[in-house]
Structures are given as C-alpha cells and as structure tokens.
C-alpha cells in the first residue's frame, strides 16, 4: 500500500507516454545502427567516382569491383538486423609498418586516372576556347581593317576627283635660290637723265632736229639746202652724237647682260667699256675717211658718206631711247619680243644708211655697184665682225 502511494505520481499517463517514445526511439537506433554504418562507407566510397561521373569512366572488371560495389555482395540493413562481430584486430607486430611503401589499390589508381583525363580535359577545353577567342578577335580585327580602308579609300577617290585642288599629282621640284636684290635705282635715275638731255636739245636745238629729220626722211627736194643748214651748226650735232653713244653704249651693256655676255664685273664698268668702244670705232672711221679723202682728192665724197653716217647714228640714238627703258627693266612676256624688235630696227637703219649713201658717193665719184658693195664689206662690215669676234674671246677669258 506504501508503494503504490510512492509510485502513483511517478507512474503517471503522462510520464508513461513520454517512457514509451524513449524506449521505441531506442531499440530503433540499435536495429538501424549496423546499416547507417555500412552506408557511410558505401557513401565514403561512391563520393569520389561522383565527381567523375561527368567524365568518361573506364569500365573495370567484375574481379577489382569492391564488395561494397557490388550488388550480389550488399546487403540491405533492413534485412541484416543482427549486429555483427567486430574484426579480429591483427596484433602490432603484423601491423604494416609506416616507413614501408602500401601498394595502391585499383580503386585508387582508377580515381587517379579520371582526375588526370578531367584535368586534361578542362586543359584542352581552355586552350580551345582561347584560340576561338583569338581567331573571333583577329576576324574581327580583319573586318575592321578591311572597313577602315574601304573608307580611305573612297575618301581618295573623291580627292582624286577633285576639281581645283590636285592631290595625288606628281611633285614639282624646285631648286631655292637666295634671291639677289639689285639696286636698279642709279639706272633708273640715269636713264631718267637721258631723257632729260634730249628734251632740253630738243627744246634748244628745236628747227635743227626738226631739219634732221625732214632729211632723213626726205620728204622734201631741197636736200642740199637743209643738208648745208646741217653742216653750219656743229654745236648740235657734237651733242647729239654724245647722245648716240651713250644710249648706243647703254644698249650694248644690256644686250650683253641679258645674255649672259657680260665683259666686265660691274655693270657701270661694262657700261663705260661700252662706250668707249662706239665712240674709238666712230672717231676711227670719221680719221680713216678724212685721210683717204685727202690722199685720193674725193673730199666731198668723203665728207658726204660722213653725213649720213653720222645723220643715221643720230636717228639710232633718239630711236633706241624707249628699248633702254624695256631693257633695263625687263618683263618676262616683253623682253624677248622687244630684243628681237630692236635687232630689226638697228638692221633696216642701218641697210638705209647704204642706200641712201650710194647716190651721193655715185655722183661724186664714178664707182660701181661692185666696187660700194666691196667698201661696205671692207670697211662696214668686216671691222663689225672683228670686233665682234675680240669682244667674245674678251668676255670667255674674263668668265
């Protein structure tokens, strides 16, 4: 009666459900605890060929498949429920030693395996994927080269195209000179000067120039009478041959320097040599002519061909006053054209200086057409020539 009244609290419906959970919990824990621990090692053994499964596997025979893999050899935990025996534990001595090598077990060496072909794999998978990459990346380089040229090109040919502004022309070379400034202001102002003196023997000496010229154009009969007029002023025509050789001079100078023929360093200086020469070659022909005259009695005739040698210089002078302006200040379109002009103009003056001088030379002496034709060869002509030929040789030892 004593027991009861001890254990009635104890032994409670409560208590007595809460008890019979525990002990049902209990004897499910030792039934299922033999084959919890063969499925953990059957997990331990399945992880590693699960993470190769993805990979390609080499089949092993039915001999190296351990028992745990094996099918006929598993048994399920539901239907093993005894508790085996724990494994006779082999004494220390058999036990292999830890410095001794432990052979691989075919299990091992076929993880080894899968985890090298995955590697290699994964490698060439990789390199794969890199020269892919490389070979999207140099087409893609290529189409946009291939754009940007089309492009320039196009841009090219519209500048080929062009209509002003020739682009793709050859090259024009051009050699650069240091540009040489000539001082063309002493010339100018003495040109200037030249000028100046003719209209002040124009304005001076009017009815002589206005005679002059009537004669040499002959426009009237009365030759002899104007010709004596002529003759009896000697202070005119003195100044007007001046005149003639210094334009005459000033000529020859640019003539010379326009070609290159310069016969002296300096231009003034050449200008000087210049008109020396005309006024030595006129002074000599004017003593050569009065000697003959003298020796051979033609006096008159002499003295006619003088005056219109002289009357013609005269008319050279005055002529050649607006070429020395065109000369000294040359235009590319112009110079050729004026040189050559003024080669014409000194040759028909000076065939009309032969023509006109037969007829007097004719009346006062008998001479034929041969025999003038031989003198003018002689003494017109030839020293012409000479003196031209010494000026050249003068101006090739000079250069």
């Known amino acids: 009666?004593?027991?009861?009244?001890?254990?009635?609290?104890?032994?409670?419906?409560?208590?007595?459900?809460?008890l019979k959970i525990l002990l049902t919990t209990l004897v499910c824990c030792l039934l299922l605890s033999p084959g919890l621990k063969?499925?953990?090692?059957?997990?331990?053994?399945?992880?590693?060929?699960?993470?190769?499964?993805?990979?390609?596997?080499?089949?092993?025979p039915a001999a190296q498949i351990p028992a745990t893999q094996n099918p006929a050899t598993q048994n399920p935990p539901a239907q093993n429920p005894v508790r085996k025996s724990p494994a006779p534990q082999t004494p220390a001595s058999q036990a292999p030693s830890p410095q001794t090598p432990v052979p691989a077990s075919p299990q091992i060496l076929q993880i080894r395996d899968s985890n090298q072909l995955r590697s290699a794999a994964a490698d060439s998978n990789k390199?794969?994927?890199?020269?892919?990459?490389?070979?999207?990346?140099?087409?893609?380089?290529?189409?946009?080269?291939?754009?940007?040229?089309?492009?320039?090109?196009?841009?090219?040919?519209?500048?080929?195209?062009?209509?002003?502004?020739?682009?793709?022309?050859?090259?024009?070379?051009?050699?650069?000179?240091?540009?040489?400034?000539?001082?063309?202001?002493?010339?100018?102002?003495?040109?200037?000067?030249?000028v100046?003196?003719?209209?002040?023997?124009?304005?001076a000496f009017g009815k002589y120039l206005n005679n002059l010229f009537t004669l040499f154009f002959r426009v009237t009969m009365r030759q002899n009478q104007i010709r004596e007029q002529l003759l009896q002023t000697p202070l005119p025509s003195l100044l007007l041959n001046i005149l003639f050789a210094i334009s005459g001079?000033?000529?020859?100078?640019?003539?010379?320097?326009h070609f290159g023929k310069n016969p002296a360093a300096g231009f003034w200086l050449s200008f000087s040599y210049c008109v020396g020469f005309l006024g030595l070659l006129y002074l000599g022909k004017l003593l050569i002519l009065k000697t003959m005259g003298w020796i051979f009695n033609v006096s008159n005739a002499t003295n006619t061909y003088l005056f219109i040698v002289f009357l013609v210089n005269k008319m050279i002078g005055m002529f050649l006053l607006p070429f020395l302006f065109i000369l000294a200040f040359p235009h590319p379109v112009l110079i050729s054209g004026m040189v050559t002009l003024s080669f014409i103009l000194l040759i028909a003056l000076f065939f009309y200086r032969f023509i006109i001088s037969y007829r007097p030379i004719h009346n006062e002496i008998n001479v034929g057409r041969l025999h003038f034709i031989i003198y003018l060869c002689a003494f017109e002509i030839a020293p012409l020539l000479l003196i031209y030929k010494v000026l050249l040789i003068f101006v090739d030892t000079n250069n």
Do not use: W
Request: glycine share 4%.
């Open 1 to 18: 009666m004593r027991y009861r009244v001890i254990c009635a609290p104890i032994l409670s419906d409560q208590n007595i459900h809460v």
């Open 38 to 60: 063969a499925q953990s090692q059957n997990d331990s053994v399945r992880s590693p060929q699960d993470t190769i499964s993805k990979g390609p596997v080499r089949e092993l």
């Open 196 to 203: 100046l003196y003719f209209a002040i023997l124009k304005l």
């Open 249 to 257: 001079g000033m000529y020859l100078n640019l003539i010379l320097f």
């Open 127 to 194: 390199k794969l994927q890199d020269s892919l990459r490389r070979i999207k990346d140099s087409a893609e380089a290529r189409l946009n080269a291939k754009f940007i040229r089309e492009r320039i090109d196009g841009f090219q040919t519209v500048l080929k195209q062009h209509l002003f502004f020739r682009f793709f022309n050859k090259p024009v070379y051009r050699t650069v000179t240091e540009r040489k400034t000539n001082d063309s202001d002493l010339l100018f102002y003495f040109l200037c000067g030249l």
